[in-house]
């Protein structure tokens, strides 16, 4: 299937690409007069609104051009610590802006409570039919940042199925056989091929 990934995020469609693909698929970000087109995001509401969000407007976007009838697919993820009720969760993108993974680290010290899961939800639909999966990755927040691989968050992600590094250490061969969003891509990977569909 010829997926178009409605993100401004480069990292997520390359990850999406490496997972999707091996199972047939093929995943270009969606430009729209050659460009990415920007979303409004409701994300006081969390990432499944943000979800639903994303793939009306998108569907709405390609209406009527030489894109309708192609496949959608959004996602929308964040990291959710323990020590905190859903933060930063949907929030994720603009807490690193605002305090940076050291601003992050710090908190996490002071509350000594280390747990975290990056969470993800992912919704592909071809206009008419809607196919939702998500994904969860536990795992804990190191005391600094480590390796430069990846994004956002990874360097200071250590994975419950990791060996103790960050995912920033780890890399993408590691990183997209456990995360969040490979979990959710397979699962929409599963629903496709579901003798439902
Ligand atoms: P789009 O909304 O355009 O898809 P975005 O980067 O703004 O791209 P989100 O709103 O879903 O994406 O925010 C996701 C943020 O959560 C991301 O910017 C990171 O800060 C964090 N995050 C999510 N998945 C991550 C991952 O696999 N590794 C590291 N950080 C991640």
Same mark, same amino acid.
């Given at each position: +299937?010829r997926?178009?990934?409605a993100?401004g %995020?480069?990292n997520?469609?390359?990850?999406a *690409? ?30 499944? &609104?943000?979800?639903? &969000?994303?793939?009306? *407007? ?8 030489? !894109? *309708?009838?192609? &496949?959608? !697919? ?41 747990g &975290?899961?990056?969470r993800?939800?992912a919704?592909?639909s ?18 600094e ?5 990846g ?5 200071i ?18 990183? %997209? ?7 959710? +891509? *397979?699962? !929409?990977?599963n !629903? ?6």
């Open positions: +299937m997926i178009l990934f993100t %995020n480069e997520k469609i390359i990850e *690409q490496e997972t999707l693909a091996p199972l047939g698929h093929t995943v270009e970000g969606l430009l729209i007069d050659g460009k990415r087109p920007d979303f409004n995001e409701p994300k006081e509401l969390g990432l499944e &609104a943000v979800a639903e &969000a994303k793939i009306l *407007q998108a569907l709405t976007l390609i209406e009527g051009t030489e !894109l *309708q009838g192609s &496949a959608i !697919l959004v996602e929308d993820s964040g990291i959710f610590l323990d020590a905190f009720p859903n933060w930063p969760g949907a929030k994720s993108s603009d807490v690193e802006k605002e305090i940076g993974l050291l601003g992050v680290i710090e908190r996490v010290n002071k509350s000594e409570i280390r &975290a899961e990056f993800a939800v919704i592909l071809d206009g008419s039919k809607f196919w939702k999966s998500k994904g969860v990755c536990r795992g804990s927040i190191s005391d940042i480590k390796g430069q691989k994004f956002g968050y990874d360097p992600f250590i994975p419950s199925e990791g060996d103790g590094r960050t995912f920033g250490e780890l890399g993408a061969e590691v990183k %997209n056989q456990i995360s969040h969003r490979k979990k959710a +891509m *397979q699962g !929409l990977s !629903l496709l091929k579901s003798p439902s569909r």
